[in-house]
Nanobody
Framework: QVQLVESGGGLVQAGGSLRLSCAAS????????MGWFRQAPGNQRELVAV???????THADSVKGRFAISNDNAKNTVYLQMNSLRPEDTAVYYC???????????????WGQGTQVTVSS
């Protein structure tokens, strides 16, 4: 199984930057893609960015040009660099891993516990 631990959240001023980290452990070879989601109170959880095994990335329109997802395979870690932060970026940010067994083909997903990001105006 895979476990995910997020870190790097905190309180920042509008226009500031944060770098979130998501460290994966366990059967990391089963991971096919990882992504960042966020959820603000009263809102649905939304996709922020995704990175796949081949290195391709996708970013939501609301963060494109400001946020960047990346990975460090040696550390089994993905990052979300967040620049030019806005108050509307305030949310709990969750790391997600998509898994697929090469033996059975069964797919699964794993969530981290989340890290709070608060942007003050």
């Amino acid at each position: 199984q895979v476990q995910l631990v997020e870190s790097g959240g905190g309180l920042v001023q509008a226009g500031g930057s944060l770098r979130l980290s998501c460290a994966a452990s366990g059967t990391v070879d089963a991971i096919t893609a990882m992504g960042w989601f966020r959820q603000a109170p009263g809102n649905q959880r939304e996709l922020v960015a995704v990175i796949t095994t081949d290195g391709s990335t996708t970013h939501a329109d609301s963060v494109k040009g400001r946020f960047a997802i990346s990975n460090d395979n040696a550390k089994n870690t993905v990052y979300l660099q967040m620049n030019s932060l806005r108050p509307e970026d305030t949310a709990v940010y969750y790391c997600n891993a998509a898994l697929q067994s090469r033996l059975t083909g069964i797919k699964a997903g794993v969530w981290g516990q989340g890290t709070q990001v608060t942007v003050s105006s």
